[in-house]
C-alpha cells in the first residue's frame, strides 16, 4: 500500500518544506513572537483582511464605538479557532476594544497561511499553519499561553482544545482569568462536562447555543458551504444524485435545503423524534443508514456524535460513493478503520482522497473526515460577521462583569445581546424595523427596546 502523504502536501507545493518552527522570521518591526508559514505573504494576507471587513459591518461598527470607550482595555485574550480573513477581523476589533492578543488554530487545516503572515506582521502573535501535525498543533497551542510575562486573563475557544490544555498543564492560570467564551458544540459539551464534574473554576459563555450562531452560522451558513465545498473537490453534478443526511439539527437543515434544490433525492438519517418528524415535514425519507448505505451516492454527516459511519457501513458502500463531514471534529466517520493494510489509499488532489478496496472499489474521502466547509472552500463572511459579533460581546460581557454576577457555570449570552447583534447587521439589508408603540408594548408586557423574546426562546 502507499505510505500515507505527509500532512504538507496540502499546502502549496511551490512552498518549501522547512517546518515553521525551524525557521528565523521577523516582521518588519523587528519581533518574532509568532510563528506562521511565511511572514512575506503579508500584504496578500492584509488584502484579504480587508475583503472580509467589507462584508462583517457590525465588527466595524463596534470598532467605531471603540474610539471613545475601551470596553476591553486592559484584556489578555488567548485564542485558538480557525485562522481565517475572518478571524482576523474580529482579532483586530478584538485589539481595537483594548485587548492584547495572542492566538492558536484549532484545526491543523483551515488556517489561511496569507492571513496569519498578515496578522503576525501587524504585531499579533500568531502560531498558526496549514498542515500542522498533532505535535505542532500543541506546540502552537503552547506557545500561546506559555510565555514570560505575559498571563491570559480571558480565553476564545472554538473545540475546547485550547481550555483543555491549559487545565491539563497550567492550572494556576484560572486563577487570573475572568472567564471562557466557546463557540462550538464540541467544546460547550466539553465544558459542561467540566461543570457537571465541579471542576469548572471560570465563568463560562457558550456562545453556540446563542441563536444568532444556531440560525445562522449553523443553517444558512451550511446552506450555502455544503455545495461549495462538494463541488470544489469533487466537480460533482448534484441532480438526481441520492444523498443520505446524518442529522437533521441546524446544520443538517442547511445541507438538506440545498442538495433538494439543486435536485438531489436526499435521506435523513435522526435519533431524535422532533428533529425527525421535521425532516418528514420538510419532504425527506427518514430511514436508517443501513436501509440506504449500498444505494447513495453521497454521505454527509452532521450530527457532532461518533462513530456515525462505521467500516461496516463503509465496506457496503457502492463504488465511487462520496464520504464527508460537515460536523465540528473528525469523528463522526470512523476514519481510523481505513488505515489497514488491505486498502489502497490514493491522494487524488488536495484534500480528497480514494480509498480502494482489495476488488476496486472505492470510495471518495474528502478532507479525511474533517470540516467539509472549512477544510475544503470558504464559509460566507456575513454569517461570520454574526458568529464573531456575539463572541466579542460575550468577551465584553464577561470581562466587565462586576465580582459575583456569573458563578463557575456555563451561560447563554443575555437574549438582549442577541438581539443587538442582529440589529447591528440590519443596515447592510437596507431593513427598517417597526417600533412598538406604548400601548402595544404595554399590552404584550415588554419593553419597548427589548428583549421581545423569553431567554428559552428558539
Same mark, same amino acid.
Given at each position: 500500500?502507499?505510505?500515507?502523504?505527509?500532512?504538507?502536501?496540502?499546502?502549496?507545493?511551490?512552498?518549501?518544506?522547512?517546518?515553521?518552527?525551524?525557521?528565523?522570521?521577523?516582521?518588519?518591526?523587528?519581533?518574532?513572537?509568532?510563528?506562521?508559514?511565511?511572514?512575506?505573504?503579508?500584504?496578500?494576507?492584509?488584502?484579504?483582511?480587508?475583503?472580509?471587513?467589507?462584508?462583517?459591518?457590525?465588527?466595524?461598527?463596534?470598532?467605531?464605538?471603540?474610539?471613545?470607550?475601551?470596553?476591553?482595555?486592559?484584556?489578555?485574550?488567548?485564542?485558538?479557532?480557525?485562522?481565517?480573513?475572518?478571524?482576523?477581523?474580529?482579532?483586530?476589533?478584538?485589539?481595537?476594544?483594548?485587548?492584547?492578543?495572542?492566538?492558536?488554530?484549532?484545526?491543523?487545516?483551515?488556517?489561511?497561511?496569507?492571513?496569519?503572515?498578515?496578522?503576525?506582521?501587524?504585531?499579533?502573535?500568531?502560531?498558526?499553519?496549514?498542515?500542522?501535525?498533532?505535535?505542532?498543533?500543541?506546540?502552537?497551542?503552547?506557545?500561546?499561553?506559555?510565555?514570560?510575562?505575559?498571563?491570559?486573563?480571558?480565553?476564545?475557544?472554538?473545540?475546547?482544545?485550547?481550555?483543555?490544555?491549559?487545565?491539563?498543564?497550567?492550572?494556576?492560570?484560572?486563577?487570573?482569568?475572568?472567564? #471562557?467564551?466557546?463557540?462550538?458544540?464540541?467544546?460547550?459539551?466539553?465544558?459542561?462536562?467540566?461543570?457537571?464534574?465541579?471542576?469548572?473554576?471560570?465563568?463560562?459563555?457558550?456562545?453556540?447555543?446563542?441563536?444568532?450562531?444556531?440560525?445562522?452560522?449553523?443553517?444558512?451558513?451550511?446552506?450555502?458551504?455544503?455545495?461549495?465545498?462538494?463541488?470544489?473537490?469533487?466537480?460533482?453534478?448534484?441532480?438526481?444524485?441520492?444523498?443520505?443526511?446524518?442529522?437533521?439539527?441546524?446544520?443538517?437543515?442547511?445541507?438538506?435545503?440545498?442538495?433538494?434544490?439543486?435536485?438531489?433525492?436526499?435521506?435523513?438519517?435522526?435519533?431524535?423524534?422532533?428533529?425527525?418528524?421535521?425532516?418528514?415535514?420538510?419532504?425527506?425519507?427518514?430511514?436508517?443508514?443501513?436501509?440506504?448505505?449500498?444505494?447513495?451516492?453521497?454521505?454527509?454527516?452532521?450530527?457532532?456524535?461518533?462513530?456515525?459511519?462505521?467500516?461496516?457501513?463503509?465496506?457496503?458502500?457502492?463504488?465511487?460513493?462520496?464520504?464527508?463531514?460537515?460536523?465540528?471534529?473528525?469523528?463522526?466517520?470512523?476514519?481510523?478503520?481505513?488505515?489497514?493494510?488491505?486498502?489502497?489509499?490514493?491522494?487524488?488532489?488536495?484534500?480528497?482522497?480514494?480509498? #480502494?478496496?482489495?476488488?476496486?472499489?472505492?470510495?471518495?474521502?474528502?478532507?479525511?473526515?474533517?470540516?467539509?466547509?472549512?477544510?475544503?472552500?470558504?464559509?460566507?463572511?456575513?454569517?461570520?460577521? #454574526?458568529?464573531?459579533?456575539?463572541?466579542?460581546?460575550?468577551?465584553?460581557?464577561?470581562?466587565?462583569?462586576?465580582?459575583?454576577?456569573?458563578?463557575?457555570?456555563?451561560?447563554?449570552?443575555?437574549?438582549?445581546?442577541?438581539?443587538?447583534?442582529?440589529?447591528?447587521?440590519?443596515?447592510?439589508?437596507?431593513?427598517?424595523?417597526?417600533?412598538?408603540?406604548?400601548?402595544?408594548?404595554?399590552?404584550?408586557?415588554?419593553?419597548?427596546?427589548?428583549?421581545?423574546?423569553?431567554?428559552?426562546?428558539?
Amino acid at each position: 500500500t502507499s505510505p500515507l502523504p505527509a500532512a504538507a502536501s496540502y499546502t502549496d507545493s511551490s512552498d518549501d518544506e522547512t517546518s515553521p518552527r525551524d525557521k528565523q522570521q521577523k516582521n518588519s518591526k523587528g519581533s518574532s513572537d509568532f510563528c506562521v508559514k511565511n511572514i512575506k505573504q503579508a500584504e496578500f494576507g492584509r488584502r484579504e483582511i480587508e475583503i472580509a471587513e467589507q462584508e462583517m459591518p457590525a465588527l466595524m461598527a463596534l470598532r467605531k464605538r471603540a474610539q471613545g470607550e475601551k470596553p476591553l482595555a486592559g484584556a489578555k485574550i488567548v485564542g485558538c479557532t480557525h485562522i481565517t480573513a475572518q478571524t482576523a477581523v474580529l482579532m483586530e476589533t478584538l485589539g481595537a476594544l483594548g485587548a492584547q492578543c495572542r492566538w492558536a488554530a484549532c484545526n491543523i487545516y483551515s488556517t489561511l497561511n496569507e492571513v496569519a503572515a498578515a496578522l503576525a506582521e501587524s504585531g499579533f502573535p500568531v502560531f498558526a499553519w496549514k498542515g500542522e501535525s498533532e505535535d505542532d498543533f500543541w506546540w502552537c497551542i503552547d506557545r500561546c499561553v506559555n510565555v514570560e510575562g505575559w498571563q491570559p486573563n480571558m480565553i476564545l475557544d472554538d473545540g475546547g482544545d485550547l481550555t483543555h490544555w491549559i487545565y491539563k498543564k497550567y492550572p494556576n492560570m484560572f486563577k487570573k482569568i475572568k472567564g #471562557i467564551v466557546e463557540e462550538s458544540v464540541t467544546g460547550v459539551h466539553r465544558l459542561y462536562q467540566l461543570s457537571k464534574a465541579g471542576k469548572l473554576c471560570v465563568p463560562a459563555m457558550n456562545v453556540n447555543d446563542s441563536v444568532t450562531k444556531q440560525k445562522f452560522d449553523n443553517l444558512y451558513c451550511c446552506r450555502e458551504s455544503i455545495l461549495d465545498g462538494l463541488k470544489r473537490t469533487t466537480d460533482m453534478m448534484f441532480g438526481g444524485k441520492q444523498v443520505v443526511v446524518c442529522g437533521y439539527g441546524e446544520v443538517g437543515k442547511g445541507c438538506c435545503a440545498a442538495l433538494k434544490a439543486m435536485g438531489s433525492i436526499v435521506y435523513v438519517t435522526e435519533i431524535d423524534p422532533i428533529c425527525a418528524l421535521q425532516a418528514c415535514m420538510d419532504g425527506f425519507r427518514l430511514v436508517k443508514l443501513n436501509e440506504v448505505i449500498r444505494q447513495v451516492d453521497i454521505v454527509i454527516t452532521c450530527t457532532g456524535n461518533k462513530n456515525v459511519v462505521t467500516r461496516e457501513h463503509l465496506d457496503r458502500m457502492k463504488n465511487s460513493c462520496i464520504v464527508c463531514n460537515m460536523g465540528h471534529s473528525n469523528t463522526e466517520i470512523d476514519v481510523a478503520s481505513l488505515r489497514t493494510p488491505e486498502l489502497t489509499w490514493e491522494r487524488v488532489r488536495s484534500q480528497v482522497d480514494h480509498v #480502494i478496496w482489495p476488488d476496486g472499489k472505492r470510495i471518495v474521502l474528502l478532507a479525511e473526515g474533517r470540516l467539509l466547509n472549512l477544510s475544503c472552500s470558504t464559509v460566507p463572511t456575513f454569517v461570520l460577521s #454574526i458568529t464573531a459579533t456575539t463572541q466579542a460581546l460575550a468577551l465584553i460581557e464577561l470581562y466587565n462583569a462586576p465580582e459575583g454576577r456569573y458563578k463557575q457555570d456555563v451561560y447563554l449570552l443575555p437574549k438582549k445581546m442577541d438581539e443587538y447583534v442582529a440589529s447591528l447587521h440590519l443596515p447592510t439589508f437596507d431593513a427598517h424595523l417597526t417600533e412598538l408603540t406604548d400601548e402595544q408594548a404595554k399590552y404584550l408586557g415588554l419593553n419597548k427596546n427589548g428583549p421581545f423574546k423569553p431567554n428559552y426562546y428558539r
